[in-house]
């Protein structure tokens, strides 16, 4: 138990729709990143939030955006779907320099996106 | 770029046998590296980490890997598995002066048989 939790665990959208995902950090990490796992690969990084602000970004086209809030929960947005869409998008968060240990990433379970 | 490959995607294995899952990464800078297992349905959990000091990382549910520079390998070993070990292992690394993006191999399925 990693103490992130996303929401929801499944979603089916058709193509063209917009989606928002949510991730819960655990308490006392400030930083936040998603990723996106297509079947039978390995996560790819979408980006990163630090106290709100996006702090890196992989290859992923604008329509991929995000937020992180003051009590550091976050949403991944998605707009005009495709069928490419369709993964699993994970959030991992990590704890601040001030705990010692920026760089360990804890994830959630994911939720698993389907687009028809 | 940094890249991290698992150069095996299927490693089947008996009960009780050891396994031993390869990771290469290439990177002309420092790297930490870690291996995350995947279980059915479910999101990735922390095996090991290396972040510097000893080469050799001892992990969770008797697992370990060895860090070796030279070979720019992160190797993970378990001297004998049990059946529930089936899962997908992933292998990852981050450069450590730019931020906290992790970079992913494409997994490794093991399939531990009876």
């Known amino acids: 138990e990693t103490g992130v939790t996303q929401s929801p665990t499944h979603l089916i959208k058709t193509r063209g729709q917009q989606v928002t995902l949510r991730c819960s950090s655990q308490s006392g990490h400030n930083t936040v990143s998603w990723y996106q796992q297509a079947l039978g690969q390995g996560p790819q990084f979408i980006f990163q939030y630090y106290r709100e602000e996006e702090n890196g970004r992989g290859n992923f086209p604008p329509r991929f955006s995000g937020l992180q809030f003051p009590n550091y929960s976050s949403e991944l947005n998605v707009n005009a779907l495709e069928l490419d869409d369709s993964a699993l998008y994970l959030c991992a968060s990590s704890p601040g320099l001030a705990l010692g240990r920026p760089h360990i990433q804890y994830f959630g379970a994911g939720t698993r996106l389907s687009v028809l | 770029a940094q890249s991290v490959t698992q150069l095996d995607s299927q490693v089947p294995v008996f009960e009780e046998a050891p396994v031993e899952l390869r990771c290469n990464y290439s990177?002309?800078?420092?790297?930490?590296l870690f291996w995350y297992v995947q279980y059915p349905n479910q999101g990735l959990q922390l095996l090991l980490k290396?972040?510097?000091?000893?080469?050799l990382v001892k992990g969770i549910n008797g697992f370990e890997a060895e860090f070796n520079k030279s070979q720019t390998s992160f190797h993970l070993r378990k001297p004998s598995v049990h059946i529930s070990d089936t899962a997908e292992y992933f292998c990852?690394?981050?450069?450590?002066?730019?931020?906290?993006?992790?970079?992913f191999g494409g997994g490794t399925r093991v399939l531990v048989k009876p």
């Open positions: 290396y972040l510097s000091g000893s080469t």
């Open positions: 990852a690394a981050l450069i450590k002066a730019a931020g906290n993006k992790l970079t």
């Open positions: 990177s002309s800078v420092s790297v930490y």
